[in-house]
T-cell receptor, first 109, second 112 residues
């Protein structure tokens, strides 16, 4: 069964304390893996697309990496404005998308 | 460039009624996706439209349906509303079927 699992469910960090979020997946025919940021009551905001194992993408304090079974979103020296829920999505065969349940990040000043 | 827009922002209905939600994709995007995000749950894939045709649907009953118009805008119809249909309904569009999706702000549907 195709599925996407994100961990941890919630993460509390002090400002400047770096950490990583995990997204593990089991899907048939992986087409791509996507990271989104979602603020409460709003639609997800696109961050990164990764297509193949070994690929890395960076944007400001965020860096996404991909292996054959999982992806990591590394947050370096986070700031309070990075607080949000981070979603991982996997695109499988027949253009079906599967979203993880997200990691709720809270960065305290 | 305008992003994905959805209307209405909020919608309140009672059990058994029908709801219609609307979505306008980013200009030039031909694929439109619908998702349901219930409280405490992740995004659940509902429907995918491309070039006016329904290409795929998630594990939802037939009372969830929709269509895509020639200008690529889309509407989602939910018939015979049930209490558990209360959720944030998100629309996303992509340039092509294998590209990243960009989301709208959502429609909050409340069924009383």
């Amino acid at each position: 069964e195709d599925q996407v699992t994100q961990s941890p469910e919630a993460l509390r960090l002090q400002e400047g304390e770096s950490s990583s979020l995990n997204c593990s997946y089991t899907v048939s025919g992986l087409r791509g893996l996507f990271w989104y940021r979602q603020d409460p009551g709003k639609g997800p905001e696109f961050l990164f697309t990764l297509y193949s194992a070994g690929e890395e993408k960076e944007k400001e304090r965020l860096k996404a990496t991909l292996t054959k079974k999982e992806s990591f979103l590394h947050i370096t020296a986070p700031k309070p404005e990075d607080s949000a829920t981070y979603l991982c999505a996997v695109q499988a065969s027949f253009n079906k998308f599967y979203f993880g349940s997200g990691t709720k990040l809270n960065v305290k000043p | 460039e305008a992003g994905v827009t959805q209307s209405p922002t909020h919608l309140i209905k009672t059990r058994g009624q029908q709801a219609t939600l609307r979505c306008s994709p980013i200009s030039g995007h031909t694929s439109v996706y619908w998702y349901q995000q219930a409280l405490g749950l992740g995004l659940q894939f509902l429907l995918w439209y491309d070039e006016g045709e329904e290409r795929n649907r998630g594990n939802f009953p037939p009372r969830f349906s929709g269509r895509q118009f020639p200008n690529y805008s889309s509407e989602l119809n939910v018939n015979a509303l049930e209490l558990e249909d209360s959720a944030l309904y998100l629309c996303a569009s992509s340039l092509a079927q294998y590209n990243e999706q960009f989301f709208g702000p959502g429609t909050r549907l409340t069924v009383l």
